[in-house]
Every structure is written in structure tokens, then in C-alpha cells.
């Protein structure tokens, strides 16, 4: 079993850069896929970008795409996400999820463990 904790998350003007991290605690990723979330209020938990350490492949979102980049961090054991060119509709709580195995599925239910999420607020 993995543990998650999200960090990084807080207000940013719209325009911004923000870089969120997310770190494995019990085992290393080597071994699950591991994925980003966002849920804003009143709406469904989204994908936002994921990636396969086994198959050293990532998949963004469509929405993120050349926005964000999801890589990850062998010596420190973490997934980041870093977000450039912020806007307010990127406002939301970002969740990290994992699942064993090499695939990088886009359904909240393929993943077993999550973190507890991270504020991101964008104002115009």
C-alpha cells in the first residue's frame, strides 16, 4: 500500500506558473501509474495528466495540454505537475492518484490511492 501527500497548491494571478508535487510515502512509484485530478465545485473530479514510470510514457488532458507537464522524480520519489499559463477556470482542488501497473487510465475509479488534495486558486 502507498500513502500520497500533495504540496504546492495556492493563490496565483492568472498568467502564472505553479509546480505541485506529489510524494509517495511506504513504497517508491516504480511500481504504479500515477495520475493528477482536479475537482472544482459543483463539478465531476477531471483528469488532468498522468504517467507510467514503467513504460516512461505521460498522456495530458486535452484541456492542459501545452500548459502542463507531468515528470517525475526518481531520487526524491515524486510526481510533479508543473502549470504554466494558468487560468481561472484551472481553479480547483488537485488531487494524486496511483494505481499498480503501467497503464494511465482517465477514470477516478481505475486508481486506488489518492492523496488529500491541493488548493489551486487562479484569479483574473
Excluded at 492542459?64 to 510533479?80: L, M, W
Excluded at 508543473?82 to 494524486?96: F, G, H, N, R
Amino acid at each position: 500500500q502507498v500513502q500520497l501527500g500533495e504540496s504546492g497548491g495556492r493563490w496565483v494571478q492568472a498568467g502564472g506558473s505553479l509546480r505541485l508535487s506529489c510524494a509517495a510515502f511506504g513504497r517508491t512509484f516504480s511500481s504504479y501509474s500515477v495520475a493528477w485530478f482536479r475537482q472544482s465545485p459543483g463539478r465531476e473530479r477531471e483528469f488532468v495528466a498522468g504517467l507510467s514510470w514503467r513504460r516512461g510514457i505521460t498522456y495530458h488532458a486535452d484541456s492542459v495540454k501545452g500548459r502542463f507537464t507531468i515528470s517525475g522524480d526518481t531520487a526524491k520519489n515524486t510526481v510533479n505537475l508543473q502549470m504554466d499559463s494558468l487560468e481561472p477556470e484551472d481553479t480547483a482542488v488537485y488531487y494524486c492518484a496511483a494505481r499498480s501497473g503501467t497503464l494511465i487510465p482517465d477514470d477516478v475509479a481505475a486508481y486506488d490511492y489518492w492523496g488529500q488534495g491541493t488548493q489551486v486558486t487562479v484569479s483574473s
